[in-house]
């Protein structure tokens, strides 16, 4: 089984500035990856599939990266409403099944 | 704009089987290029999947729960629902329903286009507890 590891699982980051969450897959996923946020008491949003493709509506500054094992999600100027905790999740191709990592709180400050 | 709404017990015996059912709106659950799923997390946990299913019927389901899964369709209904079998305190979470179309995007590794069939319209979860 694929396991997905993202680090760190808090980071500390002041409004304005740059975020860079890592996550690393412990066998290549391709592109295969995504991330999602989620809010306090909201259910998860999908930032980011394919490694790199934002989804609809998704604002610029949340960009990724990555293949093989090891990805990364920048948010760069951080908003107030950036923080939260995101998770990676790797997929298959077909038939389609996920594996999400731990998560990292995003949290400002 | 496609909603979905679980609904079921909130409690669930030990040993019983968690029953919910997601009900869409907003569009036809009839969509070949649609995926219906489940995905849980426990109380300050992190996101677990559980299993997809196409109108068609075609099913998958994470590993570890495989054996006590189920997920079935309703097309008169519009809904889908799962079935989780002897649940033990493990079991509780916030269950959700999501849906996902197929997204095209440009692997740059393959250099070819791939599809994700992710989760892009979730409902707002409802939390299952499991005590006697």
């Known amino acids: 089984d694929i396991v997905m590891t993202q680090s760190p699982v808090t980071l500390s980051v002041s409004p304005g500035d740059r975020a860079t969450l890592s996550c690393r897959a412990s066998?290549?996923?391709?592109?295969?990856l995504a991330w999602y946020q989620q809010k306090p008491g909201q259910a998860p949003r999908l930032l980011i599939y394919?490694?790199?493709t934002r989804a609809t509506g998704i604002p610029a500054r949340f960009s990724g990266s990555g293949s093989g094992t090891e990805f990364t999600l920048t948010i760069s100027s951080l908003q107030s409403e950036d923080f939260a905790v995101y998770y990676c999740?790797?997929?298959?191709?077909?038939?389609?099944?996920?594996?999400f990592g731990q998560g990292t709180k995003l949290e400002i400050k | 704009q496609l909603q979905l709404q679980e609904s079921g017990p909130g409690l669930v015996k030990p040993s019983e089987t968690l029953s919910l059912t997601c009900t869409v709106s907003g569009g036809s659950i009839n969509s070949d290029s649609s995926y219906w799923g489940w995905i849980r997390q426990p109380p300050g946990k992190g996101l677990e999947w559980i299993g997809n299913?196409?109108?068609?019927?075609?099913?998958s389901y994470n590993p570890s729960l495989k054996s006590r899964v189920t997920i079935s369709v309703d097309t008169s209904k519009n809904q889908f629902s799962l079935k989780l079998s002897s649940v033990t305190a493990a079991d509780a979470a916030v269950y959700y329903c999501a849906s996902g179309g197929k997204l095209r995007y440009f692997d740059t590794e393959r250099r070819d286009y791939y599809y994700y069939h992710g989760m892009d319209v979730w409902g707002q979860g409802t939390t299952v507890t499991v005590s006697s």
């Open positions: 394919g490694a790199s």
């Open positions: 066998q290549s996923v391709i592109s295969n």
């Open positions: 999740q790797q997929y298959n191709d077909w038939p389609p099944m996920y594996t």
């Open positions: 299913i196409h109108y068609s019927g075609s099913t």
